[in-house]
Every structure is written in structure tokens, then in C-alpha cells.
């Protein structure tokens, strides 16, 4: 063998060695990796195979996902589900309110959702937005991705500056409780947040609950929503969220886990709402009804006057599963204090309260569903905030919008440094 035979094969050697490294520390698991796999694994789980996709312009995909293939039928318990189509019972009142509304605002532009403006899902499909890799590596790991962090819930009882400091959460919110409650419906002012850090929100909405505040509480939720984290953008949201472990271990945003039950082809969970509300500008809202079927038992959502989204079954619950003994209507946002100072993320339309229609975000028509399946006027409504020099709440009532209230605000200001 020649010197240069000799070290060419040398070399070779060395390469394979090399090689041989490099496979074992793959197949050893490297955290790199790891991640990867699980993040992969992941998106095979949450993005079904789809019938038809569309592309937003907003750059999301819209998958149109058959209906008997969507996530929630993955849960253990829904294997052999039969969809309900359809609810048994809507709430008494419902109608002749809505016939009301149509009147009185024909002639204005309805909200949509962007994705429409390329395409529609087919019947029996559901739209499902696409989850992409960048959507979960944001998240702090695989397993919370789409989830709240603990103790985001808006608990009048315990403002004490402890309880603000360590969830990061802010509120400005009206509530009842001390009754059973089968659901809840509010008129709820569409705007578009400033968020001051990617890892802030800021949302407006309604919570269904029950239970106590400690690891037990159930709770249903739907809004709108601003979430760099969650979506990757600054766009407002069509949202929803449940958990049946006080944001531990269950429940998540949209579809994003198994759970809710979709059964509309026309609004994709999740994806913009366009258009939103103007300062000094056009108003523009969302009505979102969710009641418990009398006769099924599980929680429906509906989405204005038409869509009838779906449902989360009631085994998913604790105490919901008969009934939930406070409901919450408002704005929540996150005050990370980056930088030692509040931040100036906006709840609502970033203006206070006291400036009023259109400069100010609102609830109104905000009802409760009571247990003969009516749509009732809230009695004893009481409001709630942890900072009011932040962000503020305030009630009235008069008989276009029945119940109404006015919140939010700017966040950081001179009088809330």
C-alpha cells in the first residue's frame, strides 16, 4: 500500500467515525433534537389531513378539515361520539332579539372573518387554522402551547397586591354570582389592542364558571383576542379557551387540544376578525351567546345571530357539568413589568371608561341564562379591577343596550407609572 493509499484510507476512517458520532448523539436524544421530534409529533396531532385549504391574507392557512376528522374526536372518551348537529333547545328571548338587532342596524357592514375574502369550507367540513412550527416554538415548551398561565382569572374577592404581583394578570370586569347560571350572552365592542411585549395579550370576553378559585375551577370562555405568543401577529381574534383544572392541566385556546366540538363550516376559531372599531371612528361588535343544552346537557356557542359553532361536551367539566355559579364579563390583559414599570399595553380600545361611545371599548346587552332556559337580565351586577388608575370598569343601563358597561384603558400613564 502506497503512502498516499495509506492516508486517503486514514482519512476515510476518520470520516466515519466522525459520521458514526454524529448518528449516535442523534439517536442519543440531543435537546435539540428531542424538540424537534416532539414539535413535529405535535403538528401531525393538531393539523388534520384537509379536504380544501385556503389562504387567508392575512397569511394564516385555513384548513377545511372533514368534521368527523377534527381534533376533539382524538379525546378517549369521544372515540365512538356521535356529533350533536345541532342544539335541542336556544335560549327563550333569543329570537325576537335578534329580529330586533336586524332591524334596527340593517345597512351596516356585518364583521367577517379575512379568510372569507379567498374561499369557503365546504359542507361537512370545519375550518381549522393551521398551526405552524414558528406558532409552538414560541410557546415556553410543546405541552403549553395554546394554554393560559395559572391564575389568570379575575377573582373580586382576593385584590390584594400579592395576588396581582404574581399572576401578572390585570382585569377590568362586571360580574354575578350566588345563583346557578346555564349561560351567558353579551354584545361585546370589536377593537384592535396595542401590545406593548410579544408575551403580553390583550383580550375581551366572558367567563363561565364554576367551582372555587383554588385547583378545581371549571371555566368557559370566548372573546376577542390580541396574542403575539399565541398567533405570531398583532391581529384582534375570534377566541375561545375552557379548563376544568383551574388552567393546570386541561382545557386550551380554539382547537388547540381535544375538547370542543365544532360543527360550523363558516367561522374558524381563532382567525382575525375584520373589520374592528375606529377612535372617534365606526363601531363594530361581536354577540356571543353560550348556554347549556337542557336537554344533552353540553355547553353550546354561538357566534352572532347565525353561526351556531359547536359545543363542549359536559363530561369535560366538574362542576359545570350542572352548572356554573359565576359569570364574568370584561377585559383581562399581562403586565410582564418588563422593565420595572407597567406596561402600556392597551385593554379594549386603550381609552378609559368616562370618554364613552366610540372612544371607549363596551359590553352591552349582557344577560345570563337561567335554569327554565331563559335569557334574563343579570340582578346584582358588581364590577371589578385590580388597578383602576390602569384600567377601569363602569356600569348603566338604559333600553337599547339593556345592561351595559364601558372598560379598559392605556395601562401605563402618570397616574399608573
Known amino acids: 500500500m502506497t503512502a498516499a493509499q495509506f492516508s486517503s484510507g486514514r482519512s476515510l476512517v476518520a470520516v466515519l467515525s466522525i459520521w458514526g458520532l454524529i448518528s449516535l448523539s442523534c439517536a442519543g436524544g440531543s435537546p435539540l433534537s428531542k424538540q424537534k421530534l416532539d414539535v413535529h409529533k405535535h403538528l401531525k396531532r393538531l393539523n ?19 368534521i368527523s376528522k377534527q381534533p376533539a374526536l382524538d379525546h378517549p372518551f ?40 379567498n374561499g369557503r369550507c365546504p359542507e361537512d ?12 416554538l414560541r410557546a415556553s415548551s410543546v405541552k403549553r402551547y395554546g394554554k393560559k398561565k395559572r391564575r ?84 384582534t381574534r375570534l377566541f375561545t379557551y375552557w379548563t376544568s383544572d383551574a388552567y393546570q392541566a386541561t382545557g386550551c385556546y380554539n382547537l388547540l387540544c381535544s375538547g370542543f366540538i365544532q360543527v360550523n363550516s363558516e367561522i374558524a376559531m381563532g382567525a382575525s376578525i375584520s373589520p374592528v372599531s375606529g377612535f372617534r371612528g365606526s363601531q363594530y361588535d361581536i354577540n356571543i351567546l353560550v348556554w347549556k343544552d ?22 369535560l ?18 403586565n410582564s413589568a418588563s422593565d420595572g414599570r407597567h406596561t402600556s399595553t392597551q385593554m379594549g380600545s386603550g381609552h378609559f371608561p368616562e370618554e364613552g361611545f366610540s372612544k371607549s371599548s363596551y359590553f352591552r346587552n349582557i344577560q345570563v341564562v337561567d335554569s ?19 384600567y377601569d370598569v363602569q356600569t348603566g343601563s338604559n333600553g337599547d343596550w339593556g345592561h351595559f358597561f364601558y372598560y379598559g384603558g392605556p395601562g401605563r400613564n402618570p397616574n399608573c407609572p
Not at 336556544?90 to 356585518?110: I, M, V
Not at 367540513?125 to 409552538?136: E, F, S
Not at 355559579?325 to 377585559?331: N, Q
Request: aromatic share 12%; charged share 20%.
Open 125 to 136: 367540513t370545519i375550518p381549522i387554522r393551521r398551526t405552524k412550527k414558528d406558532d409552538v
Open 294 to 315: 337542557p336537554k344533552e346537557g353540553n355547553w353550546w356557542m354561538q357566534f352572532g345571530n347565525d353561526y351556531v359553532l359547536g359545543y363542549w361536551p359536559s363530561f
Open 152 to 235: 389568570s382569572i379575575p377573582q373580586p374577592r382576593s385584590a390584594d397586591p400579592d395576588f396581582i404581583n404574581e399572576s401578572g394578570h390585570q382585569h377590568a370586569i362586571a360580574y354575578v354570582e350566588g345563583d346557578k347560571y346555564y349561560g351567558a350572552k353579551a354584545t361585546i365592542n370589536v377593537w384592535e389592542p396595542k401590545i406593548q411585549q410579544p408575551n403580553e395579550f390583550s383580550l375581551s370576553q366572558l367567563w363561565i364558571l364554576g367551582g372555587s378559585f383554588g385547583e378545581d375551577l371549571n371555566s368557559i370562555e370566548a372573546g376577542w383576542q390580541v396574542s403575539p405568543d399565541l398567533y405570531g401577529d398583532n391581529n
Open 48 to 66: 388534520k389531513p384537509a379536504v380544501k385549504s385556503i389562504t387567508s391574507p392575512d397569511g394564516d392557512i385555513i384548513d377545511c378539515v372533514h
Open 78 to 117: 369521544l372515540k365512538d361520539h356521535k356529533i350533536q348537529m345541532r342544539p335541542s333547545y336556544h335560549p327563550e328571548g333569543l329570537f325576537d332579539e335578534s329580529k330586533f338587532s336586524a332591524q334596527k342596524k340593517e345597512g351596516t357592514r356585518p364583521i367577517t372573518q379575512l379568510w372569507h375574502m
Open 372 to 390: 327554565s332556559n331563559n335569557l334574563r337580565v343579570p340582578k346584582g351586577i358588581g364590577t371589578f379591577t385590580e388597578q383602576s388608575n390602569c
Open 317 to 334: 367539566f366538574s362542576y359545570l357539568a350542572d352548572s356554573a355559579s359565576m359569570i364574568e364579563w370584561g377585559g383581562e390583559i399581562v
